[in-house]
């Protein structure tokens, strides 16, 4: 059986992807949860890792930045080494972005995923003898690999547990769900004490304004339209950043190696009431919101059955209404961070993604 005992990094915990979203929350949090731990963030830098994101920590003496990318094996060796734990956050992560170019979503999450696990796996057994590994594990070592509800593919009605059948649908979900099985071939084969997160939909400060939550809100305070695909129709549950990174630290320090821990809400949101929610809260009239035509194989509901991370002993601390309030407050009092986002590279994308659907309903 594997190794239940819970765990504690002694030193030094590896975050890939933590100049992103969740990534760079997760790296914030863990400095403030652990006072001795260490952590350096292992991040490429494309267009949605950004350093401002790490600006809280940035001094911090036990916080250290390497810009790599996790498909170049002698770029991230070296550091995995040495560290106690690696949590893979490093993704391209967009549907959308997906459906107009497969190619770079294979490249990053799944070549990328397995450089990680091969890095971990040769170095943590050559790093000396009190990290040998054992059977079952690897001597006070932990790799987790964050990955998402998706991997699920489109709900019709109930919850999916951890057990269920991976039927994703995009490339994007795809590639996730390909990552998740090189993991766990490397927790069956080499004994590499490997876990596995599925989140649902998490929203908060500092996530890229290409995402439905925050480019409703950024378009909203422009007085821009807010493109809901279709009727507006796909279900959502929302999880808040800072409560999806707990419950990956929690999974990391109590979880099981070889097995995966859902990570979710119970409150089902539509596309419009998200819409709605957000031009409400910033006095903002709902003719903004406009229907557009719908994205292809786009997955209608998501739906996780996280009892299992419950009884891990997470506890997250907002709700919906909540989590939306304080996603939009913090998007209002810091229009800098992502006004220069959308100043650049992002109008090509915007255009190309949203230009020929919004003039086709005017």
């Known amino acids: 059986m594997p190794d ?6 002694r030193h030094h915990v590896i975050v890939a992807g933590g100049a992103g979203f969740i990534g760079s929350a997760f790296a914030r949090n863990y400095l403030r949860w652990h006072p001795d731990a260490g952590v350096t963030v292992l991040d490429k830098l494309t267009y949605a890792g950004n350093t401002d994101n790490l600006s809280q920590v940035w001094d911090d003496p036990r916080f250290c930045f390497v810009q790599a990318d996790i498909c170049d094996y002698d770029a991230v060796a070296p550091h995995i080494a040495g560290a106690d734990a690696v949590v893979n956050f490093a993704a391209e992560t967009h549907v959308d972005r997906s459906i107009l170019d497969p190619d770079v979503f294979v490249r990053t999450n799944v070549l990328g995923m397995n450089t990680l696990l091969r890095a971990a796996k040769d170095g943590w057994v050559t790093s000396g003898a009190a990290n040998a590994r054992k059977a079952g594990g690897y001597e006070g070592k932990r790799f987790l690999h964050v990955s998402t509800d998706e991997v699920y593919g489109h709900v019709g009605e109930g919850a999916t547990a951890e057990d269920a059948p991976l039927k994703p649908r995009n490339p994007y979900s795809a590639s996730k769900a390909g990552a998740e099985l090189i993991a766990f071939s490397y927790f069956t084969n080499f004994g590499l004490p ?20 925050p480019l409703f809100i950024t378009n909203a305070i422009e007085d821009k339209p807010l493109p809901i695909y279709g009727q507006g129709k796909a279900v959502r549950h929302y999880v808040y950043v800072d409560d999806h990174a707990a419950a990956i630290d929690l999974v990391l320090h109590e979880g099981t190696p070889g097995e995966a821990y859902n990570i979710g809400a119970d409150e089902e949101v539509n596309t419009v009431e998200l819409a709605r929610a957000i031009v409400g809260l910033l006095g903002k009239p709902e003719s903004l919101m406009q229907l557009v035509p719908d994205r292809p194989g786009h997955d209608y509901r998501y739906n996780l059955d996280f009892s299992k991370v419950l009884r891990l002993g997470w506890k997250p601390e907002y709700n919906f209404e909540r989590t939306i309030a304080a996603t939009v407050d913090w ?3 810091n229009e800098p961070w992502w006004r220069k986002i959308k100043a ?12 020929a659907r919004l003039a086709s309903v005017r």
């Open 4 to 9: 239940t005992t819970s765990w504690a990094p």
């Open 194 to 213: 490997v876990l596995v997160t599925r989140g649902e939909n998490t929203i908060g400060p500092y996530q890229y304004p290409e995402k439905a939550t």
């Open 331 to 333: 998007y209002a009092r």
């Open 344 to 355: 650049g590279d992002y109008k090509d994308y915007y255009q190309r993604q949203y230009g």
